[in-house]
Each structure stands twice: as C-alpha cells, then as structure tokens.
C-alpha cells in the first residue's frame, strides 16, 4: 500500500489497522510480506506536517484458502496531497 503525500518537509507519516498503530513511521509505504486472513482491515495512513494533518483509508479484504489468498482494496490507491 503506498500513501502518496506532497508538502513543505518535514512530512510525518503513519500508518494504523483498525486503529492500532503499525509501528510504520515517516515511511509512506506499507508491504505486507506473507498475507493471512488477518491482514483484513481498515487501515489508514495520516500525513503531518507544518501546515496540518491529513488522512486517506480504505478497507482491505483477504479471500480464499491456503495459500490461494487473495486481497481486494475496496478503495485502492490513494493519495494525499496538501
């Protein structure tokens, strides 16, 4: 998932899943390495700076058995601009 922001730097980025911060600081991309059904979520990336805050989210939906796992974002790609 990539979180595409533009502004005056320093930009501050974080990421959060069902509210819960991610750990995924000043970082505007987050890979998921080996998806599982609890990937599913609504996951939201919040962009600061100077001038203010801004946030995009989007629920992401995990499919399927095994290792035929599939992900649907029902928002997509998004992006944040100041």
Known sequence: MKCTEGGDPPLHINWTKNGVDLGNRDNNTYTIDHVTLDHAGLYECTAVNWAGTTNASFWIDVTGKGNDLRTK???GWFAIDY
């Open 73 to 75: 974002a029902l928002r």
